[in-house]
Each structure stands twice: as C-alpha cells, then as structure tokens.
Antibody, heavy 118, light 107 residues
Framework: QVQLVQSGPEVKKPGASVKISCKTS????????LHWVRQVPGQGLEYMGW????????KSAQQFQDRVTMTWDTSMSTAYMEVSRLTSDDTAVYFC???????????WGQGTMVTVSS | DIQMTQSPSSVSASVGATVTITCRAS??????LGWYQQKPGKAPKLLIY???TLQVGVPSRFSGSGSETKFTLNISGLQPEDSATYYC?????????FGQGTKLEIK
C-alpha cells in the first residue's frame, strides 16, 4: 500500500533553515510528481510546489521560489524540502503528497510541524 | 494565481441531512477541481477529482459537479464521521491553489 512518512517536528530560530524528509513506499517513486503543501495552525492549505524525479525538475510557487529547495534520493524513494531564512510566519505543518497523475493529491504524509521561535 | 473561494465558511447540519458546499474559481478551470476532507490533526483526504469522479473507497453519499468557475460538493445522508473541514483545489494551473475551507459540524 502507498505510504508517505515524514520526519519529526522541528523547532528553529528565525533566520535558520529546516529540511523535511518524506519517505515513500508502495509505488514507483520516480513515476509521480511529489507535492508540498503547508498549513499554518488553524488556517487553510497553502500549495508550495512540486518535484518531479523522472524529469529531474522542481517548481515552487512564486512566494517560496527563493527560499525553498526540493530534492530527492530515488534510491531511497525519499523526497526532501528545505526552507531557508525562516520567520515566525513559516510556523506551520508541512505536508508532502503524491500526485494522482492529474495534479490532484491522492496520498499524503502525516505532516511535519515546524515551529519558528526565538 | 487562480483564487478559489468557498461558501459557506461553516455549516451545521443534522445526521441524515444533505449539505452543499460551493467553490468558485477566479477564472475557468474546465473540470480540474478536487475536493478534500480534513479532520483535526490529520492530513487531507482526496474525496473527488476532476469535478465529479469519486476517489476509490469514498462513500457514494459524496458527489461533485460543476465546470469552469462554479463547482459544488454534495454530501447526502450525513453521518457523524463527516464532521470535518472541506477544501476545494484547482489542478488546472500552477500553483495548484486551495479554497479557504468549509467547516462542517454535525448536530
């Protein structure tokens, strides 16, 4: 069965970076886009971008373009997202999600809480 | 970016009732619209994609319709476990934006 398991909660200081992992199983990792979505506590879902291991490509939403780096290790079926220059506004739960083939998200990780606090 | 606007923001209904949630896109998105259910502390769950196609394993009391700029999610025969927040998401144009959510309370 398809599973996405994310790394544990993180506490970071403003200005630091955080790198979240998303270990996948149950499907061909390189065959599907892998998306990242975040959710500020008590608020809605915010789309961040995608990684495409097969095409060796990534694309970030404009508001994250200069701070987000998406990478992967195909041999470990694991995707990573690093967010740099953190501020308190980045305090959120970060989700990875598998693409369904049409840019809908059919399987999700459990979420990683990132807290940015001095 | 395409803006997705849901209404209402919250709704309360009784077990067995039917509710309708509306999602409007700021520009036409054909039928590239998905609906998700999210319960507190959990990841979202895909219910419907391509406006009206039910994801495998989702109960048939969930249904979706619409095209271009107006879409609806109908939940009939409400069950207590349907209490959740529902989000629409457009898959037509990057970035794949979400609506702000509709919180459904079951009385």
């Amino acid at each position: 069965q398809v599973q996405l398991v994310q790394s544990g909660p993180e506490v970071k200081k403003p200005g630091a970076s955080v790198k979240i992992s998303c270990k996948t199983s149950g499907y061909t990792f390189s065959g599907y886009y892998l998306h990242w979505v975040r959710q500020v506590p008590g608020q809605g879902l915010e789309y961040m971008g995608w990684a495409n291991p097969h095409r060796d490509a990534t694309k970030s939403a404009q508001q994250f373009q200069d701070r987000v780096t998406m990478t992967w290790d195909t041999s470990m079926s694991t995707a990573y997202m690093e967010v740099s220059r953190l501020t308190s506004d980045d305090t959120a739960v970060y989700f990875c999600a598998k693409d369904s083939s049409w840019f809908f998200f059919d399987f999700w990780g459990q979420g990683t809480m990132v807290t940015v606090s001095s | 970016d395409i803006q997705m606007t849901q209404s209402p923001s919250s709704v309360s209904a009784s077990v067995g009732a039917t509710v309708t949630i509306t999602c409007r896109a700021s520009q036409g998105i054909d039928r590239w619209l998905g609906w998700y259910q999210q319960k507190p502390g959990k990841a979202p769950k895909l219910l419907i994609y391509a406006a009206s196609t039910l994801q495998v394993g989702v109960p048939s009391r969930f249904s979706g319709s619409g095209s271009e700029t107006k879409f609806t999610l109908n939940i009939s025969g409400l069950q207590p476990e349907d209490s959740a927040t529902y989000y629409c998401q457009q898959a037509n144009t990057f970035p794949y934006t979400f609506g702000q959510g509709t919180k459904l309370e079951i009385k």
